[in-house]
């Protein structure tokens, strides 16, 4: 069954709802990854290619939509229309 990624939980329990057994919807708990803090973050020398890292408190919310993914390659984002 195709799996859906919205941002909060109480989002995922209502799309849920609407959408029914037919699909998997989990929450990302918000955004899942950033620019790392230090030791730059943005590589000029390689048309300023960004270097992004899984955020430690998002680790476990990514292995859930992986494991979810296993089952079906059909992956719907739904999350907020922001950074």
Known sequence: M????????AKAKTINKYLGPGYTVLA????VRDLPAKNGSVDPDNDFEMLWEVALDSRKHVKAIADALKDDNAL????DPDR
């Open 28 to 31: 990302s708990y918000g955004h």
């Open 76 to 79: 719907i984002l739904a999350t």
């Open 2 to 9: 195709p799996v859906v990624v919205v941002e909060s939980p």
